[in-house]
């Protein structure tokens, strides 16, 4: 039962899937870090992103132009996100609530609901699948389905671009600074409730890239974001929230440990091994493997 | 001289307390202004009201003639009045050269190269240059506020700059540096202060003229020794009964 190559294989395919999970949870990350609230809606703008895929490869562009559809359903639900912020996110600052956590739950649980009966309504319960004409992949002599290694790449490049914005561009550099502090930002001149519609964009695009990219994977349906957005929480759980590295190291050791899991000791208890390792993680770091103890002075 | 920075019954309260009550201040252009006055008097929500942290219950603000009151602390920061807070509020994890870009880049204008020579002139005039790339949070107390007062100087736009307790708890090199800080930009470009401090040898050495805040209400206006020597000036400070 136990090899040498199916350990490999398993690390390899742990490491692929973990690190398209983090994308789910650098989202919700990075929209905190700076919205300063957590978006429960982050696996509906998944699924519109798995949806806005499937529409572009099937009735469009067709299978091989996957590449082309997958930035370009990011791009839709980054501009979804840029509509919907300022109508349900911005009255928060603005229309001075004081219960912004509970506002901030309220409002997005109820976004999650409309967007995901609406998908419902107007597509109806039924599994798609894009289909994917990616031959398998031979890492060295393990094999690997090609759709899942070029999801896995494309989230690389997705990352490195993200990573090049935040550090190398003035927008990066406000919103690294907004991270730090509101008020900072404010009195230097920046408007912060443009920031936070352009964080807010950013952050659900990145789920969307994730979901357009496991669409031939998880295929498509209206509740598929549900599984993803429950991973995501558990990568911020075991890496701490507010964290970017926290996102990526969790995300890549929940990959593996599900992986290890539903290869050497039972492969329909997939999900949940995430959360004996989030147990794990609450009995000994409570705050995360990155989190900070203290958060506000 | 028309006053560059000015308000009229400016008010605001806080459920029953009145932070502020119908302050008028009339600063003119160039002037460095103290603000003085016991804890609690009222000077931080000033500050406040005039970068628009706070929106004003009554009364009104002006800023060259024309009225800031209400309008969003970014809105205010490019109008060219800036300020300080009396907690540093540095991005701890951005280096010096990115903590002074931020103001700098956020007016919406302005090349990154010039700001760059900008930010390096200054760390050069505060003697902060070899730490440049360092996150600010490794600054020791003093160099903190040293940076955050360079950062509204990083601001070409700048016309009023107003600073909240910028020496509070500093060792008097620094203290010095950020004197000199102050007293060359007001004489080479003529920026307008107001500098709420409970520093008395610096405010004597910086304003000409004072104002003193008690219990939300601008009480006296005059030189440091004219306000030191009104009785009720001396009562607020050392203290009458608590009644």
Redesign the interface.
Known sequence: MFSSELLAQTLIAGVMIGVIYALMALGITFIYSIVKMINWAMGEFYMIGSFVQYALVVYLLGPDLWWVAAPLSAATVFLLGMVIEPILIKPMFTQGIERRDDYATVVTIALLLLLRNLATALGGPYQRNPGSDLPTVMIGPLPESGARFAAFLCTLLALALFYLLLKRTWLGLALRAAAQSRIGVETAGIDILRLDQVAFGIGVALAAIAGALLAPVFFVFPTNGVVTTVKGFEIIVIGGLGSIPGALVAGILLGVVESLGTAFISSPYQNAYGFLLVLLILLIRPSGLFGERVRQA | MAALLETAGLSKRFGGLVATNGVDVAIAAGEIRGLIGPNGAGKTTLVNLL?G?YAPDAGDIRLAGESIAGL???RI??KGL??S?Q?T??????SLL?NL???Y???GSGA?AEGLARARHFLDLTRLAPLAEAPAKSLSGGQRALLQVV?GFM?PELKCYVLDEPFAGINPVIKDRIIELILADNAERGTTFLIVSHEMTVMRRLCPKITVMIEGRVIAEGTLEEVAARRDVVEAYLGKTLA
């Open positions: 970068t942290l969003s602390p970014h920061a490019r800036l300020r807070f907690v509020r540095l991005f701890g994890n951005l990115d870009l931020l103001p880049l956020a007016r990154v950062c601001v």
